[in-house]
């Protein structure tokens, strides 16, 4: 063995336990390195649900008194007894007598009043943020048409049985909420309390 050599392995001997200590820390150290620049990445998708109110905006109740014959599903099946069917409503139905009053929920700007087999006499109120409220089986002769602007409590329409697709259900308002074109749960508005 060469002097130059045997020198080598001396001191790899010597310092072989440093070297292979430094290098292990080093990788440690790049690996918690990475995984905490990768966690950091990932913590705004904690925060990514499927939809968020960025501005809480809240609703009076459409009618006086609350009864919640039929809540909002969106994944959840509820037998129709019109259609004798299961599907999801992505609605809230306010069961009420014939006639009664039916509310702005907020301030806002009739842009359709309109009639349809299903859903009977409905009138959809834009009240801004690019959220709709569409109200359904109201009466006849529906007081609002497109273009009024109306105020909070005003009233829009009367409690009826028009919607055919609900006819079972006896007199009711169907409420739904529809945020940038997509149906969202009234819930998120309305404080109805618990039953
Ligand atoms: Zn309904």
Redesign the pocket.
């Known amino acids: 063995m060469s002097v130059k050599s045997s020198k080598f392995v001396t001191a790899l001997k010597k310092y072989g336990y440093w070297i292979i200590l430094g290098v292990t820390l080093g990788v440690l150290f790049l690996v918690i390195g990475l995984t905490s620049a990768f966690a950091s990445e990932k913590t705004p998708a904690k925060d990514d649900t499927s939809f968020v109110v960025n501005d809480p905006i809240t609703f009076v109740n459409p009618v006086l008194t609350v009864d919640v014959s039929?809540n909002y599903s969106n994944s959840a099946l509820q037998y129709s007894a019109t259609l004798k069917q299961w599907e999801a409503?992505k609605?809230i139905?306010f069961s009420a007598e014939e006639g009664t009053d039916v509310f702005a929920v907020k301030d806002g700007k009739i842009i359709e009043v309109s009639y349809n087999y299903l859903m009977g006499n409905t009138v959809k109120l834009d009240v801004g943020n690019n959220l709709i409220v569409v109200y359904s089986s109201l009466q006849n002769d529906v007081p609002v048409k497109e273009g009024d602007v109306v105020k909070q409590g005003d009233v829009i329409g009367k409690v009826g049985t028009t919607?055919k697709s609900?006819a079972s259900d006896g007199p009711h308002l169907?409420l739904e909420t529809w945020l940038d074109g997509v149906n969202v749960d009234p819930n998120l508005y309305l404080d109805l309390g618990e039953k």
């Open positions: 039929k409503h609605a139905d919607a609900e169907h």
